[in-house]
């Protein structure tokens, strides 16, 4: 059984920073791409950003040049780093491993339980 556990959201003021982890847990072999998606209410998810097991990064348009996605293949763990946070990026945010190799020999994706980052004055 893989579980994914995000920690380090919160309460932040615009212009602040936040810094969220998850760390992907279980048999796991390895992990293909693991990336970050985050829901607002009344609103779809979307893919905030993602990076392959090489290192390969995407970012959404609207976050580039302030949210720095990173990996530890070794630890099994992604990383977001927020900056210059806006009222807008208000939302749950999810951690998601796709392609997990565990050790029945089984592929899967994984989703995290969520955690919630409110930026507000």
């Known amino acids: 059984q893989v579980q994914l556990v995000e920690s380090g959201g919160g309460l932040v003021q615009p212009g602040g920073s936040l810094r969220l982890s998850c760390v992907a847990s279980g048999s796991i072999f390895s992990i293909g791409s693991m990336g970050w998606y985050r829901q607002a209410p009344g609103k779809q998810r979307e893919l905030v950003a993602s990076?392959?097991?090489?290192?390969?990064?995407n970012h959404l348009d609207s976050v580039k040049d302030r949210f720095t996605i990173s990996r530890d293949n070794a630890k099994n763990t992604v990383s977001l780093q927020m900056n210059s946070l806006k009222p807008e990026d208000t939302a749950v945010y999810y951690c998601?491993?796709?392609?997990?190799?565990?050790?029945?020999?089984?592929?899967?994706?994984?989703w995290g339980q969520g955690t919630q980052v409110t930026v507000s004055s």
């Open positions: 998601n491993a796709e392609r997990v190799l565990t050790g029945d020999y089984t592929t899967n994706d994984y």
């Open positions: 990076i392959s097991r090489s290192g390969r990064t």
